[in-house]
């Protein structure tokens, strides 16, 4: 027995030893008789490794060599923070702080001598939003969901996010994609995004159809409606989204082919100028009786100044009802990279921005802001409250809620944690009652530690935060506060 045994190792062995011989001479010759690559010409079988140590060199990266503070697009000290969050688990940290605190650029907050006591404490201050429309929206919460559209995301990925919205009292809203059953399965507030394509509120030509708008408007979970005009990770080109992940549900949701790209076109054709944008807007509002506003990477500042004019000349009764600051460095599933790199304003300068020309023009209190862009730790969340913003939204902090990794697979339908892909053997790997938690109690520790700021500052909740409250590193030695730093837009007219 043992004989055989024994006899049997050995004919595998020489069988395995043939079959490799046999693999690399085949692979020789077809990478020297091949004439497309020169290093598999050149240095043939083994320059085949170049392409597999170039494909898992980004995940070795991640893990092993970047630093804690200097990988991108998010280091591993901010997704660590987003992952103890969202588990609930201890998010201190030992010793001293890694963050570079005197670069420039660099901010820090200004706390105060005689910080506020938990007796006086205060719940956040509610906004309201849409003070002409039929059904003005109230809501509180500092911290919501970005757009993220189902087709973008798997059907668990976005049930999660529903279910742990309704849970945290935050709002989601549903990308450019349309509105799907999985967005309202959790009983959260909804804020539909209209994309130029005008997915789940178009008709057979792609136009606009009222009656569909309607339809979308009637469900009682839809608050507000946010015309999408531009992406920061792609201002001035539509969304994409590649054929693999148009399934036949997509498909019938968004109004589109199966199985072929979704290209968005890169503007509304309705929209031509800043009257044009104004009947827009009011149009949708008086068919929805919802609150509207846009969404919009800042290119120039000009325009939105004309805007501003145009706004005033109507009437502030015709404003979008808020302004939705999407940053440049904001995130997507897919784009050109030239537009992912060099195309549009960072947040940290548009948004004081923007809150300047709205104070100038004297709709501050009408335009609500809503600020959005790679803002998934408490101190952007803070920094954005005191440059002026109303609300925060965020789309990769939740997505590290849900348990993504920065794979980079976005676009491919390949996500290993099956958030973005609709390979149904992927996405078993998401739990929905698990990960739900998990978006509600990153929602909720995220709030905690923005009051946390806000108390240390000496102010009673996190809305009361201001630009002095916040100071921006200049040099080496010195720094200047928000309120200083707005002061160059005064002096600019």
Not at 261 to 272: G, Y
């Amino acid at each position: 027995m043992l004989t055989t045994i024994l006899q049997f190792m050995a004919y595998s062995f020489v069988f395995c030893v043939g079959l490799f011989v046999f693999t690399v001479v085949v692979l020789f010759i077809i990478d020297k008789t091949q004439t497309s690559h020169a290093i598999r010409h050149n240095y043939p079988v083994i320059g085949r490794l170049r392409y597999y140590f170039e494909h898992v060199g980004v995940f070795f990266r991640q893990y092993f060599f970047a630093m804690d503070r200097e990988e991108l697009p998010f280091n591993r000290s901010q997704r660590s923070w987003v992952y103890r969050a969202a588990k609930n688990i201890d998010s201190t940290v030992p010793f001293g702080s890694t963050y570079p605190a005197r670069g420039v650029g660099a901010t820090f907050f200004s706390h105060s001598m005689y910080p506020t006591e938990h007796d006086d404490y205060q719940d956040v201050a509610d906004v309201t939003i849409g003070p002409y429309s039929k059904n003005p929206y109230t809501h509180n919460s500092v911290i919501n969901v970005s757009a993220m559209s189902f087709g973008s995301l798997s059907q668990p990925a976005i049930q999660a996010l529903s279910r742990g919205a309704a849970d945290a009292g935050i709002w989601l809203n549903t990308g450019e994609g349309g509105l799907s059953p999985y967005h309202l399965e959790g009983g959260c507030d909804i804020v539909f995004q209209m994309g130029t394509a005008k997915f789940g509120v178009r008709d057979a030509e792609g136009n606009l159809s009222d009656k569909k708008l309607e339809e979308v408007a009637a469900h009682e979970q839809v608050k507000m409606i946010e015309v999408k005009l531009s992406q920061g990770a792609k201002p001035g080109k539509g969304g994409i989204l590649p054929g693999v992940k148009v399934t036949p549900e997509i498909a019938k949701i968004r109004g589109i082919p199966v199985e072929k790209d979704a290209i968005s076109p890169n503007r509304f054709v309705e929209i031509e100028n800043p009257d044009t944008l104004i009947d827009f807007i009011c149009h949708i509002r008086e068919v929805s009786g919802l609150p509207v506003g846009i969404k919009f990477c800042v290119g120039t500042l000009d325009e939105v100044e004309l805007l501003c004019k145009a706004i005033k000349k109507r009437g502030t009764e015709y404003a979008p009802d808020f302004f939705t600051i999407d940053s440049s460095d904001g995130g997507t599933g897919a784009a050109p990279m030239a537009l992912i790199d060099h195309v549009g304003m960072p947040i940290k300068e548009s948004l004081p921005a923007i809150v300047h020309l709205l104070q100038k023009y004297d709709l501050r209190e009408r335009i609500k802001i809503i600020a959005a862009g790679k803002l998934v730790n408490p101190a952007d969340v803070a920094w954005a409250l005191c440059a002026g913003a109303d609300f925060i939204n965020s789309a990769r902090g939740f997505l590290f809620s849900l348990g993504c990794i920065q794979a980079l697979q976005c676009n491919k339908n390949t996500c290993p944690t099956g958030i973005t892909t609709h390979n149904k053997r992927l996405q078993r790997g998401l739990n929905i009652d698990d990960k739900s938690t998990r978006v509600s109690n990153y929602a909720n520790n995220m709030q905690k530690e923005v009051e946390i700021i806000a108390h240390c500052c000496g102010v009673k909740h996190s809305r009361a935060l201001q630009p002095c409250h916040m100071r921006v590193v200049q040099t080496a030695d010195t720094s200047k506060s928000l309120e200083e730093l707005s002061q160059k837009y005064d002096n600019n007219g």
